[in-house]
Structures are given as C-alpha cells and as structure tokens.
C-alpha cells in the first residue's frame, strides 16, 4: 500500500493541475490522498481518518457514503445513466424541479439546470439581461448588473464581473464587465451613522442604486452572509433591505444560494430567515447533497413568459444538464431533510458552534469570529513576521485529524450538517488547543 500511494503521489504532482491551489507549494509538500470516506470523516491511504470540517468545500449535507444516497444513484444505474436535456426530458429531472419550487420561497415555478454554481449565476445574468429585452415593457437599456463589494459569485467570466475580491479577478480583468458595486460595510463604517428601517450602512447603497437603476438590469446578493470574503455576515435585516431596495427601483433580484443554500445557515435556504422571495435563485453545491455536479437556477413565471414566443429562446445549456444521476440523488438529498428531521437536529450543533467560537474569541491572535448558522469564520491577527498565520494551524489541525481549508488568514469551519455532538466537541477542542499554544504549532 505504502508504494501505491508513493506512486499515486509522484504521478499527481506529473499530470494534475489542482484548482485555486499554488502549486508550487503543492509540489512541494507530501500528498494528502483520499481513498473513502464514511459519515463525516474522509480515510487516507494509510487508512487514517480526518474529520471534514468544510464538508468537502462546503458540499457535502448528510455525510459521506449515506445508503440512502447510494440507493439512488445505484437505482438510477440501472435505467439510465445520461441522455440529452436538449429535445428530451425524464422523470428524475421534472420531479426534481418540481420538488425545488415546492420548497424555495416565493414563486420560484420554473427550473433551469446546469452543472456548477458559477453556471447557475452566469444562467441568472443571462437570463435577468434578456428578459429586460423581451418583456412585455422592454427596457433594453438595463444592460449592467449591482453587486456588493467582497462579493464572490463564482469563476467564469459573467460571475467574476459581478465578484468584487480582486484576487480572484486581476488576472482576468480584460475579459470582464463592469458592475456597479456598492460596499455592503461589515461592520458597519458609514460616516453618517444611517439606516433604513433600522437596517446600517444601507444608504450609499441606495444613494448608487437610486443613480443608476434605469441601467440596472438585476442586483445580486449573497443572502445573511459573504462566504468567500471570509464568512462576512451582514447586519440583521440587511439582505431584506436590499430586496426592498430593489423593488423600489424595478430592478430583478438574484440570489446567490451556492454556498447558503441547503441548510446551511439553519433553514434550508438563506432567505427564509428574512422573508425574501427573490426574481431568480441560483443553487449549487448541497443540492446533491455533496455528491455528483448539479446546480440550478430558479426563476418566476413572469420571467419565464417573456422567453415564450416563435421566435424567442434561452440560448444556454450545457451537455450534461440535468443528468439523471444527478437529479435522482439530488432528489434523495431532499428527502433526507424530511426523513431525518437534519435542520431541527441542526440547531443544537449551531449553537454548541457559537459557544466554541465565543470561547475561541478570547484566545491570543484570534481577531474575530463569526457565524451564520453552521458557516464559522476564525480571523487570525496577521503581522509581518507571520503574514500567514493561517498555515501553521492547519498544518497542525490535520495532524491531529481535522481537514480545513482557509480564506487567506480566515479558518473556515463548515463541516456536514450531521456531525455529531461529539465531532463538533473534538473540532472545537482541537482548535482551542492549537489556538492557545500558537508558538508550539
């Protein structure tokens, strides 16, 4: 075994090419190689466990290797594996999109597939940018789109435009629009000390929307939380202000419910806590519950008409949309929420979360923590002698059994929705000992 894994080691560091992942560094390092997995524990090739405290880049709802989850895909293998969404449909994706605008707010009716978050968003830019030219008042002017800064919408050129973290943009900047973007100041650092129904930090927003709303096609927002920046959370009634402020000035609202959606922040979509009904909803990541490729965009029926007609057609689609296995586990996934009661199971993990981030809080070098349901950021003070501070605790934490990944100097702890009085305890535990021993990691 030890000389499979060697090869398997030098043949990843020959062939690949890991995302987001400086590899250099990578090539440097010894391996971390994942042969399976159980519950919320991956295995390495040795056989050792490590808690996924990320849920697998923030994927995986039910834990790994579930029966029910199997079942689904097994059952699915038997009929038929792909067939073409172009010309054709089958049963696993209609009572999937049936299913999806059952349980999302508002009145989500119609259901357009793809295979990646950052598609669904590119779907929902598309989508907002031609309805406003085929809607029963066109107005082809609405041709830009509002987004906040910090923003993270994905890595395809429509959502990089609409993201506002330069790392992830500087590169690309000639291929990308303009968006006119707004900071959403978390926390709260407007002059004026304002707000709008109680809401901070919403009037320059408004102020930008209000001057330039006849160009504006949509707003899109991450609903409660900014994952990518760092798991920056919003004021209370923040995202619902902005919904308001989009209605006021007829502009289309999307939601970005990659990241938040599927049970993630305690309700199994972001915009329940607030009561939104959003225009269009962009998922991903859960909705398979971490198993195969599946997004989806969700939009009204009024938008929807306005792409009937003789000569009208959305012209975007993918060769595996809406691919059967995926809609059939997709489909379990959602059964999984009922069948198991996960979010009333959730929210004792949520709040044993919050009380270990209270208790981290305190430690040496901690500079914050935040959380939005079972989302947790740990800022780390960062310092010239130690820009990456980060590094060392990670490092440690997977020696110790615990797999996370950070944003920049934030540890990000996001593990599955069902982990365990006792795994949450033994992360927190973990962290609190790495944390409060800085100089022996």
């Not at 995926?326 to 709040?351: G, K």
């Not at 996001?414 to 962290?431: D, R």
């Amino acid at each position: 075994m030890e000389s499979n894994t060697i090869r398997l080691e030098q043949a990843d560091k020959r062939f690949l090419w890991h995302p987001f992942t400086q590899q250099q560094a990578w090539e440097a390092e010894p391996q971390l190689i994942i042969e399976r997995a159980k519950g919320c524990y991956l295995f390495d090739s040795k056989g050792r466990p490590y808690l996924d405290g990320v849920s697998s880049l923030w994927v995986n709802v039910h834990g790994h290797n579930h029966p029910a989850l199997n079942a689904a895909l097994q059952a699915q293998l038997q009929k038929v594996a792909h067939t073409t969404f172009l010309g054709l449909t089958h049963p696993p994706a209609i009572e999937l999109a049936q299913r999806l605008a059952t349980v999302t707010p508002g009145q989500l009716t119609r259901v357009f597939y793809s295979d990646t978050g950052a598609a669904a968003v590119e779907i929902a830019l598309k989508m907002a940018l031609q309805y406003w030219q085929q809607c029963p008042d066109p107005q082809p002017q609405k041709q830009r789109f509002f987004s906040l800064a910090n923003a993270y919408h994905g890595d395809t050129v429509g959502a990089m435009s609409v993201g506002q973290i330069d790392l992830y943009r500087q590169a690309y900047a000639a291929l990308l629009f303009s968006p006119v973007h707004a900071d959403p100041g978390i926390p709260c650092s407007c002059p004026l000390s304002c707000t709008r129904h109680g809401v901070p930090c919403i009037h320059e927003v408004e102020r930008i929307i209000a001057a330039h709303h006849r160009e504006l096609a949509a707003m899109i927002v991450e609903p409660l939380v900014q994952g990518a920046a760092g798991i920056r959370v919003y004021p209370a009634g923040y995202t619902r202000a902005l919904w308001e402020l989009a209605k006021q000035y007829h502009l289309l609202f999307i939601v970005d419910e990659v990241a938040t959606g599927f049970g993630k922040t305690g309700r199994l979509f972001a915009c329940e806590h607030e009561g939104i009904e959003p225009d269009i909803m962009a998922l991903g990541k859960g909705i398979t519950g971490g198993y195969l490729p599946l997004a989806a965009t969700l939009t009204t029926e009024e938008i929807y008409r306005a792409f009937l007609g003789p000569e009208r057609t959305f012209y975007h689609g993918h060769t595996y949309t809406g691919n059967p296995l995926c809609c059939a586990v997709a489909l379990a996934n959602l059964a999984l929420f009922e069948q198991e009661h996960t979010l009333d199971r959730l929210q004792s993990r949520i709040d044993q979360l919050g009380q270990g981030l209270r208790q981290l809080a305190t430690l040496p070098g901690v500079v914050a923590t935040r959380q939005c349901g079972i989302m947790a950021g740990i800022e780390l003070q960062t310092s010239p002698e130690q820009p990456h501070p980060e590094r060392p605790v990670l490092q440690e934490a997977r020696r110790r059994g615990i797999l996370l990944r950070p944003l920049g100097n934030v540890l990000v702890v996001m593990p599955p929705l069902v982990i365990s009085e006792q795994e949450m305890t033994f992360l927190l535990n973990t962290l609190s000992i790495i944390l409060a021993d800085r100089n022996g990691v």
